[in-house]
């Protein structure tokens, strides 16, 4: 297949080319031999299936091949068109999208034409009093499903969806059970872009594209896998329930009203786009037709309130502590990293105070491991932040399209941070409320805290009381 993208309105589209067949094929759900050979297979990487289109000038042909280890008689297949060119996933209410749903379980005819009204559930078209023009069969062979469609290119009973030699349309493709919405699989409607060519096929029956979306569909998942698994680790080797014990504490104002509002700004922030981060992935919309907005807003309110505030907050007395990386740090964390592998006992203290310095031990504020975690969040908020606007203004952001090599690229960069990212952000929650750490979380809340002082001998003649009230960093 000559596989292109083009930039501008339609700048993350692939286009996919229906072709003109030499051979017409038979819809029964089986591939006859050279039924599908004048036309290319492409690799479809979200629904994992391979597909082809054709047409015979009057109908358009359409083909997937798919593994499925478990098949069911509520397994399905959809293929979606976007009338309008709007790109919504789904369409509106006031403009829905038009889908062929394919499915066994209708009976002789597998398929039903129905419209796709946004957020909610499709609606059938002889839910609607109309007929189903389009024909399909949904077969299962040799460990995998086969659908074949039938769809006349003359308008439905709606009056809407003529297709034609020469027109272009917006299309997707969806897999999945009925009522199992965490299987389902789904592109949207910004990324593959139907033509329907006047020439026939001449070229590589099967077209190889890279699949980095279905790398990071199977692979990311690991990422929380990896994470959970460094928790428990954690939690057996170190013994993170038990705080250690110490016999004076200093009080300190560990944070700034700028460090804490920019905190609990994002701390909400990215909860609400982790949960319709989430309803988007696995096509299940918690806010209803409102998720994709929510998700958005939330993207707003980390770069117009959450960013200046933690901009300020570091420039006020925190870049020390948390952007600038020392030959302590690296030595501390190869030190951390062999008491995490029990190759030794120590553990190089931080958050704690040094008296005689009338400061933080070392200037070890935290951990420091904490530094390349900020550096971090800053690179994946800000790609994701890149990749998200990209895919919700694709008309402003032509170029990262240009840069990655199109929307699947995209998506996939954007879905690999996710499950980077939330891995990360759950390693933090439980770092955070583990014992040892409940001091310094009221700090966050209330600004100052009381922290351990450590034990030295410069420190030992030092009176608590002559630092009853410290502020750190200024």
């Avoid at 997937?64 to 709007?86: C, H, M, N, R, T």
């Avoid at 897999?175 to 070229?203: C, K, N, P, Q, W």
């Avoid at 994701?384 to 032509?398: C, D, E, I, R, V």
Wanted: a neutral charge; proline letters at 5%; glycine letters at 8%.
């Amino acid at each position: 297949m000559s596989q292109a993208f083009l930039y501008g309105a339609s700048a993350q589209q692939v286009v996919i080319r229906a072709y003109r067949a030499e051979v017409v094929p038979q819809i029964d759900g089986l591939i006859s031999e050279g039924e599908w050979g004048d036309t290319p297979l492409i690799r479809e990487t979200v629904t994992r299936a391979q597909i082809a289109f054709k047409h015979d000038g009057q109908n358009l042909y359409f083909l997937a091949v798919y593994e499925d280890a478990s098949p069911k008689p509520i397994d399905y297949y959809a293929l979606e068109f976007d009338p309008d060119g709007d790109q919504a996933h789904m369409g509106s209410e006031e403009i829905p999208d038009y889908a062929v749903i394919v499915s066994s379980i209708y009976g002789e005819n597998h398929a039903k034409e129905a419209i796709l009204p946004g957020a909610v559930k499709p609606i059938l078209y002889e839910d609607l009093g109309l007929k189903t023009r389009a024909i399909a069969k949904m077969s299962y062979r040799d460990g995998k499903q086969v659908v074949e469609l039938k769809r006349p290119f003359s308008p439905d009973e709606r009056g809407m969806m003529e297709l034609s030699i020469g027109k272009t349309v917006g299309v997707g493709f969806a897999v999945g059970e009925f009522g199992m919405g965490i299987d389902h699989r789904a592109t949207d409607m910004s990324t593959y872009l139907l033509v329907i060519a006047e020439e026939r096929y001449a070229g590589q029956p099967v077209v190889e594209v890279f699949d980095l979306y279905g790398l990071v569909s199977t692979y990311g998942p690991y990422a929380w896998f990896a994470a959970l698994a460094g928790v428990l680790a954690h939690f057996g080797r170190r013994k993170a329930w038990r705080p250690p014990k110490y016999e004076r504490w200093v009080t300190v104002e560990r944070h700034n009203w700028a460090g804490r509002a920019s905190h609990w700004i994002r701390v909400a922030a990215l909860t609400l786009m982790i949960v319709t981060g989430m309803g988007i992935t696995l096509k299940r919309a918690p806010f209803g037709a409102l998720t994709s907005d929510v998700h958005l807003w939330m993207a707003f309110v980390i770069l117009l309130a959450d960013l200046p505030l933690h901009v300020y907050s570091l420039w006020r007395d925190e870049y020390k502590h948390v952007l600038l990386i020392n030959r302590d740090d690296v030595s501390v964390t190869i030190t951390i990293a062999k008491n995490f592998l029990g190759l030794t006992r120590a553990y190089p203290p931080h958050a704690v105070y040094d008296l005689s310095t009338g400061d933080y031990y070392m200037g070890r504020k935290y951990c420091s491991l904490q530094k390349p975690l900020t550096w971090f969040y800053f690179a994946s908020m800000f790609l994701m932040g890149l990749t998200g606007f990209a895919l919700a203004y694709p008309s402003f952001f032509s170029w990262v399209f240009a840069l990655l090599g199109g929307s699947l690229n995209v998506r996939a960069v954007h879905l690999l941070l996710f499950y980077l990212f939330t891995a990360v952000f759950f390693v933090h929650i439980y770092l955070s409320l583990i014992p040892a750490n409940w001091n310094r979380l009221v700090a966050i809340v209330r600004g100052k805290c009381r922290i351990p002082v450590l034990s030295t001998p410069e420190s030992s003649n030092v009176e608590v009381a002559e630092v009853k009230d410290v502020r750190d960093g200024s």
